[in-house]
């Protein structure tokens, strides 16, 4: 197995479903060891089994990004596995939509703990290893909602929140070698645009097909369409790319 992410270790939370896996498919296809953390257990079985089928390194453990002991210690197990994390992607992510009036403080919270509390945790775990070795990736995910999406004030205020963190660490990190960039996925059918589509009452095809018709490039994105930028961030050959946010999302967004 050869390519461009030979030898490179690949960290990724979120990862046993949905966009995470993708990516985690992706580097793995290209020569990466990838480290998969999730709090779904069936799906982290499923995808260890899946990826050691195909002939590639994986390491999968439950985890809660939000729990900031419990990603420190799965960040040094890790470590002490593979030697390294050379790449992080901060993918792990929820949604609990609900107009202004109606959302709830609990809402609120867990979405900010799971995509800003759990980037923080995962970063500042890594960085210290990235920092040592002089060398690393960490690609957040974001989202369009970022710029503002009905029913979405908790989630969107995240995702903008995470570009703000993405640009800050590119700042600190940058002369460690280390470079820090965002994706901003548009509408990708995964398991959560599916709850999405239930949350709403519409018949997915039917919702897929009414984002559909939005979309520029007039069509739905893939989990692949995310890992394909991701890779790009990943690359040893991108960095001089530091503190950028990329909208994939079949169209201009920003
Ligand atoms: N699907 C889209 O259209 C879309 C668009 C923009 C951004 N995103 C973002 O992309 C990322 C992946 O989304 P997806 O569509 O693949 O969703 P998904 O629901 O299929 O996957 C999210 C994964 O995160 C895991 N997770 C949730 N909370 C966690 C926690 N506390 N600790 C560890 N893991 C946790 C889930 O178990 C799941 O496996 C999310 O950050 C999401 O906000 C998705």
């Not at 896996?21 to 580097?27: E, I, P, S």
Request: proline share 2%; glycine share 10%; hydrophobic share 40%.
């Amino acid at each position: 197995m050869s390519g461009k992410f030979n030898g490179r270790v690949a960290f990724i939370t979120g990862g046993s479903r949905g966009i995470g896996k993708g990516v985690a498919l992706r580097l793995a296809e290209e020569g990466a060891k990838v480290a998969v953390i999730d709090i779904n257990e069936e799906a982290l079985n499923e995808v260890q089994t899946e990826f050691t089928e195909k002939g590639y390194e994986i390491y999968t453990k439950k985890a809660d990004v939000v729990n900031a002991e419990e990603v420190e210690a799965v960040v040094q197990e890790v470590v002490s596995t593979y030697g390294a994390i050379d790449i992080l992607v901060n993918n792990a992510g929820i949604i609990r939509d609900n107009m202004l009036f109606k959302m709830t403080d609990s809402d609120w919270q867990q979405v900010m703990d799971v995509h800003l509390k759990g980037s923080f945790n995962a970063a500042r775990a890594v960085q210290k290893y990235m920092v040592d070795q002089k060398y690393g990736r960490i690609i957040n995910i974001s989202s369009t909602s970022a710029l503002g999406n009905r029913g979405q004030a908790n989630y969107a205020t995240a995702k903008a929140g995470l570009q703000g963190f993405t640009k800050t660490l590119a700042i600190e990190l940058g002369k460690f070698g280390i470079t820090s960039n965002s994706v901003a996925p548009g509408f990708i059918e995964t398991e959560m645009t599916k709850a999405t589509a239930e949350r709403v009452g519409v018949d997915f095809s039917e919702f897929v097909k009414f984002n559909v018709s939005k979309i520029p490039v007039a069509r739905s994105g893939k989990p692949e369409d995310i890992a394909n930028a991701v890779a790009f961030f990943a690359d040893e050959k991108s960095s001089f790319v530091n503190g950028q946010v990329i909208y994939v999302a079949g169209g201009p967004k920003a």
